[in-house]
């Protein structure tokens, strides 16, 4: 920083005032006044033994006594132009290294493979907007609550997908499905009439038989998400993290008394603007705002019934098209960091394990895909159902961010030795396919061992 320019740099806080010694970047300008010094002081050295972008300096040589050579030269200029390098952020000596988002080695330049799976699989596939209050409801668990003294451990929260408005109910971790359908009817139903359509997760009381009959027999389509994909219902698990929030702020040293907090917490949020509407839930649904204690009493004036009934469905399509705008700037924004996918019905996949209870195998050694599984067919533009095996006891339908495509082998590796088949996974553990057992030993403690000979796998891999 030039001394004549350290002062416009000065901010004052509780302490006094402060002056950068050094130019931040967050001047106007001061990128490219940087990189025009960088250029300027390194300009001997530039194209023949480096390159600068900004801070980073990448020296390139035949051989580690050039290189040396090189390093002691930009070091020179750095150290007389006042310049110091961090130690912690330096690498020497490297075949291959990460320069501004690419791989740069002898061979050339390459894709970060980071960069790659940065981006994941499927665009982003809203779910659609409903058109007024209660047609679409999502519904989820917040468990492991601390025990009331009521018993109760756990929330079944209920949110409109229209309003936003939404309903916190206390309920039981062992609840059944009839009680928690009986709740649903009670608080839910009975106030709002039977939805449309309600999502979910996979939880076991909403994947049974009798829920799903119950729904059908109400004309309520069931949407649930994709195996090991809670995005599906993003919405819900975020207000899940608002409830918890208000329980925090509310409950503080009364914490076994938390279920009496509910209704209250739920009035503040049904009574709080809502950034996705503009307006609050309770004014959606109810075409009014709730009397509080400190708001006075309206006046008595009436206003005609066809008046408010006008002026609710033009706010109704005002929200609806609200709605849809931030739908569509969120699906912008989401598939800027998204790769559409190339998966189809009849391709060979691999599954990512990262969800799959494969607990007894070290961590480091778990391999990160299991397969290839045929895709038999396509539930949704970015969900897929597999052919997994009869001894998997899991939902066969994933969204494609845990799909990998399969490349065979032996087509990519002409005459290279097949892979062995992959373990099995029976009972939540991975096992492999016995061949032959050609042997067997007593061991001392009397126990009897086989040596077996492993289905696709060669002689150096039998094992005791």
């Not at 700037?329 to 990262?354: I, Y």
Request: hydrophobic fraction near 35%.
């Amino acid at each position: 920083m030039a001394d004549n320019s350290i002062h416009k740099t000065a901010f004052p806080t509780r302490y006094g005032s402060y002056e950068y010694l050094v130019m931040p970047f967050g001047l106007t300008n001061a990128p490219a006044t940087f990189q025009a010094k960088m250029n300027h002081i390194l300009c001997p050295l530039l194209d023949e033994c480096m390159v600068v972008y900004l801070d980073d300096i990448l020296i390139y040589s035949h051989d580690m006594k050039q290189h040396v050579e090189h390093l002691r030269r930009v070091f020179e200029i750095l150290r007389r132009e006042r310049f110091y390098a961090k130690l912690s952020k330096s690498e020497f000596s490297l075949e291959k290294v990460q320069f501004l988002g690419h791989m740069v080695s002898a061979q050339g330049v390459h894709v970060d493979p980071k960069k790659i799976e940065a981006k994941k699989a499927g665009l982003l596939q809203p779910l659609p907007v409903p058109e007024q209050p209660w047609q679409v409801v999502s519904l989820d668990f917040i468990t492991r609550l601390p025990p009331t003294t009521r018993g109760h451990e756990a929330i079944l929260v209920v949110i409109d997908k229209f309003s936003k408005m939404g309903h916190f109910i206390p309920t039981h971790m062992t609840a059944r499905t009839k009680e928690t359908a009986q709740l649903f009817v009670r608080y839910i139903i009975s106030h709002h009439g039977i939805p449309t359509t309600l999502i979910s997760d996979r939880d076991p009381k909403f994947t049974s038989k009798f829920w799903k009959e119950l729904m059908s027999l109400l004309g309520t389509k069931l949407a649930m998400s994709s195996a090991y994909h809670p995005q599906t219902d993003e919405q819900t698990e975020r207000l899940n993290q608002i409830v918890e929030q208000l329980l925090r702020a509310a409950c503080k040293d009364k914490i076994s008394k938390w279920d009496l907090h509910m209704p209250v917490l739920e009035f503040a949020y049904n009574n709080a603007t809502h950034a996705a509407t503009g307006q609050t839930p309770f004014f959606l649904c109810y075409g009014r705002h709730p009397l509080t204690p400190r708001k006075p009493t309206p006046s008595a004036t009436v206003q005609p019934a066809h008046d408010f009934i006008t002026t609710m469905h033009q706010l109704w399509d005002r929200t609806h098209k609200r709605l849809l705008n931030i739908q569509q700037q969120q699906k912008r924004q989401a598939d800027r960091h998204r790769n559409d996918h190339t998966v189809t019905v009849g391709d060979q996949v691999l599954l990512d394990t990262r969800n799959l209870d494969i607990s007894h195998l070290p961590s480091k050694l778990r391999p990160c895909f299991c397969g290839p599984f045929l895709v038999e067919a396509q539930v949704t533009p970015v969900s897929f159902r597999l052919r997994l095996p009869a001894t998997w006891k899991i939902h066969n339908t994933f969204h494609v961010q845990l799909l990998k495509p399969y490349r065979d082998p032996n087509t990519v590796f002409i005459g290279r030795q097949p892979p062995p088949p992959p373990p099995v996974l029976v009972q939540h553990e991975l096992e492999y396919e016995v061949e032959s057992v050609f042997a067997h030993r007593r061991c001392r403690n009397g126990t009897v061992e086989l040596l077996i000979r492993w289905k696709g796998y060669d002689p150096s891999e039998d094992s005791w």
